[in-house]
């Protein structure tokens, strides 16, 4: 009995406001549901994540007509993506004709499967990482030498930057002097287009629900600066995941990272 009730009182996570106070799964979802955007952040090999993701999907889709979108798909395989969706496309050839990232299978198919099976859209909004790579080597200027047709693939040029925003500003701190100042541009390149591909496959009374990695969207940076910049009536809200070793209270360094904030036991066991 002891060993029952011990494991009914260990929750995997719990769910927290912007200010640290716990709330329930339901009001997380009226809120969301009453949206524009909603982005979800993520870390890529947390399975509570993933979970979270595909029910918070779901449960939005009982009461809003939903888009979908991600950042673990690139924007050149936006015809392999909808292909698949349409049933033109096996799931074996999905995987040969796109880059999918190896725990596709376990963490993000099952998305891309509810879209398919409820006729969903589901936009592929990242940069292709090989011109994220150039920004990382040369700067934004090594985006003016691509092809026109890639063009289409990212952000319009030139993609605005601003160097000051904390995060992109912590990412220099944390390659303590093993970077180089083109690194957070790299990172801007990937928000910039997102964004991008977000409002354009946005639909006015739909809410459009995007995954991404928690950086990408923390402190309401990131692609969030990118969605108010160009769209500054559209009502965005965003979830995040943390991890810590005691979830029963936030800690302070994790208050205001999210309206909302998936709180993870740090013993949880990763995907990959």
Not at 82 to 106: C, E
Not at 191 to 214: E, Q
Request: aromatic residues 12%; positive net charge; charged residues 20%.
């Amino acid at each position: 009995m002891f060993l029952i009730a011990s494991a009914q009182n260990k929750p995997a996570y719990i769910l927290y406001n912007a200010k640290g106070k716990k709330i329930s799964y339901e009001k997380m979802i009226r809120e969301l549901a009453k949206k524009d955007i909603a982005l979800i952040g993520e870390f890529h090999n947390n399975p509570i994540s993933h979970w979270m993701e595909l029910e918070i999907t779901k449960d939005c889709k009982q009461t809003r007509n939903l888009v979908l979108g991600a950042e673990m798909f690139e924007q050149d395989n936006q015809p392999a993506l909808d292909m698949y969706l349409q049933g033109k496309l096996s799931a074996k050839g999905f995987d040969s004709s796109a880059r999918l990232w190896k725990n596709y299978p376990t963490d993000y198919a099952p998305l891309v499967n509810f879209a398919k099976e409820n006729n969903i859209a589901f936009a592929a909004t990242n940069i292709p990482r090989k011109y994220a790579a150039m920004v990382s080597k040369s700067g934004f200027e090594a985006l003016d030498t691509i092809p026109d047709v890639a063009k289409k693939w990212i952000a319009p040029l030139p993609i605005s930057y601003d160097a000051e925003l904390p995060g992109y500003k912590n990412m220099m701190t944390m390659m303590a002097g093993h970077g180089t100042v083109n690194m957070p541009k790299a990172q801007a390149s990937k928000d910039a287009t997102m964004a991008y591909f977000i409002l354009k496959y946005f639909v006015p009374g739909s809410l459009f629900i995007h995954y991404n990695g928690n950086y990408h969207s923390e402190n309401h940076e990131g692609i969030v600066w990118y969605l108010k910049n160009s769209r500054p009536e559209l009502v965005i809200a965003t979830v995040t995941t943390v991890s810590q070793k005691d979830i029963r209270k936030l800690l302070a360094e994790n208050k205001q990272k999210a309206d909302f904030i998936i709180c993870v036991d740090e013993d949880m066991t990763n995907t990959y």
